[in-house]
């Protein structure tokens, strides 16, 4: 079972950027992947998905500030979050687009002044 470890959230004020990135134990090239995100009281949900080929999608939320990215022979996926607002604040995770994968901890990304 593919073990996934998020990193890179933090407080960051808004306007500000973070880069979170997500390791794979074991290969993920072939799934479509997606980054999570669950804010206190709300459900999860899929503010960017990245195909095995390389296309990507974005929740209307987050679309022109967020960007995600692949590399697939590191097994690493990547988010890059520009133009951060308070509403972007949640736990952030990686995971296959269909739940395939056991959630990692996540990591937690908190924009605030």
């Known amino acids: 079972q593919v073990q996934l470890v998020e990193s890179g959230g933090d407080l960051v004020q808004p306007g500000g950027s973070l880069r979170l990135s997500c390791v794979a134990s074991?290969?993920?090239?072939?799934?479509?992947m997606g980054w999570y995100r669950q804010a206190r009281g709300k459900q999860r949900e899929l503010v960017a998905r990245i195909s095995r080929s390389g296309i990507t999608n974005y929740a209307d939320a987050v679309k022109g500030r967020f960007t995600i990215s692949r590399d697939n022979a590191k097994n690493t996926l990547s988010l890059q979050m520009n133009n951060l607002k308070p509403e972007d604040t949640a736990v952030y995770h990686c995971?296959?687009?269909?739940?395939?994968?056991?959630w990692g901890q996540g990591t937690r990304v908190t924009v605030s002044s």
């Open positions: 074991g290969t993920i090239s072939i799934y479509h």
């Open positions: 995971n296959d687009i269909n739940w395939r994968f056991n």
